[in-house]
């Protein structure tokens, strides 16, 4: 195609693209200098390789599947509670308004936050404890979710992709090599301490008076205004950092207070802690059970190359809350799926 353009479009290809982003900041990932694929692969004429990755995993069977996985509230009932898909696009809207606010690559950090939960197990950080015992070294949703994008479904995604989800997690070490990684990491935190503060009002774990003072006064109240001032503590922090992306010092304090208390009153709380015990037997009966009847497990999501052991957690693990339940109904009994229903609303 030459010429100027005559009617009222402008073609914007890839290589228009990967012009534009010359004028991200100096500490942006650009498309063009990325790493590459494990497969090289022809460049696409209209999309950057982030933007590719990004529609990938957005089609991805692990992505489709984050509709029914837990955030915090085991299999809930009501329809405003947060699940890991929702979690998954609140993330990703956040980590986009931290990118753009800091002039780095808005397309990786979506494609980075939009895979980055792609390997939660059923009833979230509750269940995934429950595979600990079968993996050396403990089991982590970060690094299953590596191994679903790079052997599972096989999406050949670019590096820096890849390792913004295998180091999306604090715990994580090494950190994520890009800036655009590190907006991910605190766009999750931002993302589950907000909603899930509201999630835990809504379920009377808590009331909206409980919450931490301090962290009140530094973000307001949990939804949009906690949100937006969580964003606005990380892009000022990080425009007068030292060239990585971090929250305001006395803001960062506040997270962390209000962290705490998450995980002391929501996280660990009666109602959790009720369902835990019941959330990690479901789960290792199913994975003993699938042990013992390895014919059970679906020929088309296999690896049929790894140890058994390996393809029966790659199996368990990328169930749904409802469908683990519902197998363990079919195969077991109902009394202790009974119990992970809690009814809320």
Not at 37 to 55: G, I, K, N, S, V
Not at 125 to 142: K, L, M, Q, R, T
Request: glycine letters at 6%; charged letters at 25%; one cysteine or more.
């Amino acid at each position: 195609m030459t010429g100027a353009p005559t009617g009222p479009f402008r073609l914007t290809d890839r290589a228009a693209r990967e012009r534009a982003e010359a004028e991200l900041a100096p500490a942006a990932t650009r498309a063009a200098d990325s790493r590459g694929r494990a497969r090289p692969e022809t460049e696409d004429p209209l999309r950057t390789a982030f933007e590719r990755d990004r529609d990938r995993i957005l089609h991805a069977k692990a992505f489709r599947r984050l509709k029914h996985k837990t955030q915090v509230f085991l299999n809930p009932d009501g329809d405003h509670f947060v699940t890991r898909l929702t979690h998954t696009l609140q993330v990703t809207q956040v980590a986009r308004s931290l990118a753009r606010a800091l002039g780095l690559n808005e397309s990786l950090a979506e494609a980075i936050a939009l895979g980055h939960d792609v390997g939660h197990s059923p009833f979230g950080h509750i269940g995934e404890e429950a595979f600990d015992p079968y993996v050396e070294g403990g089991w982590h949703h970060a690094a299953q979710g590596v191994r679903i994008v790079e052997v599972l479904e096989d999406l050949n995604l670019t590096w820096e992709v890849r390792d913004g989800i295998r180091a999306h997690s604090w715990k994580i070490d090494p950190p994520p090599a890009t800036r655009e990684a590190e907006c991910v990491r605190y766009a999750d935190r931002i993302g589950y301490l907000s909603h899930d503060a509201l999630d835990a009002a809504r379920a009377g774990v808590i009331r909206a008076a409980d919450l931490p003072r301090r962290a009140v006064a530094v973000f307001g109240q949990p939804g949009s205004e906690m949100v937006g001032r969580m964003i606005d503590a990380v892009v000022e922090g990080s425009l007068a950092g030292p060239g990585a992306v971090v929250m305001e010092p006395e803001a960062l304090e506040a997270m962390h207070e209000l962290r705490d208390f998450m995980f002391a009153r929501v996280y660990a709380s009666d109602v959790a802690a009720g369902q835990k015990h019941v959330a990690v037997d479901v789960i290792r009966r199913l994975v003993d059970h699938h042990l013992a009847h390895p014919e059970l497990i679906p020929a088309t999501y296999r690896d049929t190359e790894a140890d058994l052991l390996t393809q029966v957690v790659d199996h368990v693990s990328g169930m749904t809350d409802r469908f683990a339940l519902a197998t363990h109904d079919r195969l077991f009994d109902a009394d202790a799926s009974a119990q992970m229903r809690p009814l809320l609303r």
